[in-house]
Structures are given as C-alpha cells and as structure tokens.
C-alpha cells in the first residue's frame, strides 16, 4: 500500500528550477556575492561620473571659445542697434553658460565624487586576507546554518536513491511474474519460485520507503529552523544591501540636481534675460538709429555768412610781461561794455564770454590790446579789447 505521507507530498519542481532556489546548498552564493559586486558598482559609477564632469568641462571650454571667436567677428560686422546687441546677448549668454557648466563638472568631481568615494570606503571594509569584512561574515554564516541541512539532504538523496533502485527490482520481479504466467511449458515450482522474488522485492521496497520516509521526516521537521536561520542571515545581508541602495539613489538626485539645468535659477536668468533681448529688437528704432547717424537725419552746419572775427593781437608770452605790470590805469566802477565775439580763454587769467554777453571793463587797454574786466558773476581777467564795444547809456 502506499503511505498517506508520502502520497501527501507535493509534486517536486523541475530539476532545474529546484536546484536554482536559495534554499539549495551553496546557492546562498548570489547574495554572498552581491557585496562584491556593489562594491565594483560603486567604482564604476563614480568613472562614469568623472567622465560626464569631463564631458562638462569640455562643452564649458567650447562655449567659451565660441563665444571668444564668434564675438570678435561680430564686432567687426556692420550690424548696428537692437540687432546688434540681440547677437551679442548669444555671446554674453554662451559666457555664463560655460561658467555654469564648468561649476557643474567641479562639482560632480570634487562634491559627488569625493562624498561617493568617501562612503565606499566606509561602507566596504576588509578583512586581511578575507576581501570585504561583510562577504566573509556573511559566507561564514550561511555556510554555519547550511551544514546540518545538507549533511540532511545528502542522506535524503542517498534513501531516495535506494527506494528508486528497489522500486525498479520491483517492477523486474512484476514483469518476470507476468511473463512467467504466460508461458504453459513453465513448471508449476519455477513459477513459485519467480512469485517468491517478486514478493521479495516488493517487501524489500516497502522496507527501503520506510526508511526514506524517516529521513524525509528529520528533513521536514528540521526544515523551519534551517529556514529560521538563513532568513536571518539573508536578512542582514538585504539591510546592508537597502543602505547602500538608498545612498546612491541619494547621490544619483544630487547629482541629477547639478546636471538638471532646467530647474536652475542662472539658466533661467539667462535665457530669460536673452529673450527679453531678442524681443526687443526694434526695426523702427535700428532704422531711426541709422537715419540720425549714418543719414539724413544727421546734424550738419548749412552753408550762412561768417562774420569775421579779428585776431588776438599780442603773443602769449608778451601778454603775461604785461599783465604782471602795476602802473595800468584803473577805472573806478568800470564801464560796461558788450562783446561782439565769442572767446574762449586759453589760460587761468582770461576770460571766457560769448557774443552780446554785458560785463564791466575795470581797467584800460594796455599797449598790446588787452583790457582787464569783471563778469557779472564778480569772475575778473583779461579779453582781448577789440572784442567788445562800449554799452552807449
């Protein structure tokens, strides 16, 4: 008869899939493992973020250059107005971009990459010898669980293996039997004696099942505690792994913040800034800028009779000799008198006046034409007296 147990037991999986579970011996490797492998991760993902910083930096330096090498060209164009400034904004905004781009390859270099470095170091320490202090703790510890359970399942396998090969002499000692039935010319002892074997068998199989059975037994009852233990392990083993997830999840926002140039605030400015520019490009206000420049709208002097203006008379050095004289007579309360020209004064003690200007003359014309006076403004010095005529009262 078959056992209620064994009938009980579920279908095993494919043999392939079954020795593939965690559950088999030395298949807790994977997850032994996955230390090495973070570990290497995180080297690999900090040069691929050193490579992205340079890729930063070059795309900074050409923006640069082809701000440097387009601005020089454009200075030298005959644009002219808002036009002019709107293609000059391109070079100003190319400039703080490559600022930018270069503050996010230092950035990703000396902040993401350092701070990456920094916990990879902390995060994977090793044992001399051993590699990384958590891959040997952890196969150390599986193994220490496992041992009892596959010393188990290697006596399962064998009980197994020995209902299998006494199920098979069974089923020989049937087939003989049903043979042996079959042939009239067999003698009736023969015959006995082939039902004996097979009777035999069929108690050694029962015999043999018995003690699979027993084996399946302790591997079963074993089986929570086995579970209980590698579960604990497995489960230190997923909090290391959870930090290390979560820390460079953290890293990968920030370092999506540098790069993320959609959300800064001096590319908005920029671009903003730019816009503003483009939009103001003015056709009427270029056209008048033009018109008043380079057109008619231009100031120019149109041809009017010149009066003649008399020359200064005396040589500058002869004035000075004159003016430091003290014998020049000298007018009490002055007489007015209005100038014809304007004149400039070209040194400190001259006086400066324009056409039809009133002043006072306070002393007489010396013997090289020069007459002392008073502004209005109380300012007195020397004019040239053929450039005023006196106010008739």
Known sequence: MTSPKMSTLPREPHED???????????????????????????????????????????????????????????????????????QCFFSSAERLSILHSSISQSLVTEEGDRVKSWQKETFPKKIFCGFRETYK??????????????????????????????????????????????????????KKIQDAREKAREEKDKVREKYEKVLEDVTSYAPRYMEEMEAIFDQSQEEERRRISFLKQAFLSIHRHLDVTNNESVKIVYSELHHTLMSVSETDDLRWWKN???????????????????????????????????????????????????????????????????????????QGWCRGMLDGGMDGFYPANYVEVVVQ
């Not at 930063?56 to 060209?73: G, M, N, P, R, V």
């Not at 006596?155 to 087939?175: M, V």
Request: charged share 35%.
């Open 17 to 87: 899939s079954r020795m593939q579970s965690f559950w088999m011996p030395g298949n807790y490797e994977r997850t032994v493992r996955r230390t090495d492998q973070s570990f290497h991760a995180c080297k690999d993902i900090m040069a691929c973020f050193n490579e992205r910083a340079k890729v930063e930096k070059h795309y900074a330096q050409q923006l640069s250059e082809w701000s440097s090498k387009w601005k020089a060209i454009a200075d030298a164009r005959p644009l002219y107005g808002s036009l002019m400034r709107a293609w």
């Open 138 to 191: 952890n196969e150390t510890e599986f193994a220490r669980a496992q041992k009892p359970w596959a010393k188990r399942l290697g006596k399962l396998e064998k009980a197994r293996g020995a209902y299998h090969k006494a199920c098979r002499k069974e089923q020989i000692a049937i087939d003989r039997e049903t043979q042996a039935k079959e042939n009239t010319e067999l003698s009736p002892e023969k015959l």
């Open 293 to 367: 420049n380079h057109g008619p709208g231009m100031p120019t002097d149109w041809p009017t009779i010149e009066e003649w203006v008399p020359p200064v008379k005396m040589p500058k050095n002869k004035k000075r000799e004159k003016k430091g004289k003290k014998d020049k007579p000298v007018m009490i309360g002055g007489v007015k008198v209005r100038a014809l020209y304007n004149y400039v004064g070209e040194e400190s003690d001259e006086l400066s006046f324009k056409a039809g200007e009133v002043f006072l003359k306070v002393e007489e014309e010396d013997d």
